[in-house]
């Protein structure tokens, strides 16, 4: 079975950065492809990045050049750094994960795991 719990939110001002962590507990975890999605209560979640076991990784538009996913196989962690953080990206932010080859990495319902989310709240 495998589990993400993610850490790392709280309160920032915008312009600053903030790094999210995501902790998996998979096996094997260095196959696992690992993305983000992000959601503000009672709205339809948002696609936010993936990267892919092979390294590459993609990002939506809204937050491209200023979040970075990254990830530490020896420590089984996926990381989101959101730098020059804005109000519009206040949301609770989930971590995501698949095996195998997939797509149609922008559709919430294409992976398997998801974590709880943990809270951002960016400050005007």
């Known amino acids: 079975q495998v589990q993400l719990v993610e850490s790392g939110g709280g309160l920032v001002q915008a312009g600053g950065s903030l790094r999210l962590s995501c902790a998996a507990s998979?096996?094997?975890?260095?196959?696992?492809?690992v993305g983000w999605f992000r959601q503000v209560p009672a709205k339809e979640r948002e696609f936010v990045g993936i990267?892919?076991?092979?390294?590459?990784?993609k990002y939506a538009d809204s937050v491209k050049g200023r979040f970075t996913i990254s990830r530490d196989n020896a420590k089984n962690m996926v990381y989101l750094q959101m730098n020059r953080l804005k109000p519009e990206d206040t949301a609770d932010y989930y971590c995501?994960?698949?095996?195998?080859?997939?797509?149609?990495?922008?559709?919430?319902?294409?992976?398997?795991?998801w974590g709880q989310g943990t809270q951002v709240t960016v400050s005007s």
């Open positions: 995501v994960a698949k095996y195998g080859q997939f797509s149609q990495y922008g559709d919430w319902d294409s992976y398997n795991y």
């Open positions: 998979a096996r094997p975890f260095s196959t696992l492809s």
């Open positions: 990267r892919w076991t092979t390294g590459s990784t």
